[in-house]
């Protein structure tokens, strides 16, 4: 009998964020819409922290795409970009597992469990407008982005 490795790609999208702070669930809406599109060989999931939690999530996928918000200078509402974990290396730090950001906790799998962790990660940072304001809908411009995020990680699934 011959041993049958499995070429399949295991692909992740985490949608990263607190859906009741107005912009702040851009990544958890992103997620949500993906999943009608029912594309096949992607699971997709949500999370409303980050953390240490993130990182059990990650565990075992080849490639992760994570959506969250962020807020840049000179950055306008909408406005995403795409990011990998390179771009986050000084904000990495020692913290309690009560306080660790999303760069710190996958330099951490990187170290803990480096032949669990995805070969590829990407992470789409959409420009916010409103992250303070308790509301279950993003702002205008935030929202009128959603579609054009939806196509882009789509798209990005697509390769490999």
Known sequence: MVDV??????????????PILTDDGVGIFVARELKKLNLPGVEIEELPASGLELLDMVVGYDKVIIVDAIRTKGGAPGDFYTLTEDDFIRSVHGASPHGINIPTALAMGRRIVPEKMPSELIFVAVE????????????PKVAKAVPRIVEFVAERLKSR
Do not use: F
């Open 5 to 18: 490795v499995s070429t399949r790609v295991k692909k992740l999208v985490l949608g990263v964020g607190n």
């Open 128 to 139: 916010v407008e409103d992250i303070e304001n308790v509301s279950d809908k993003m702002t």
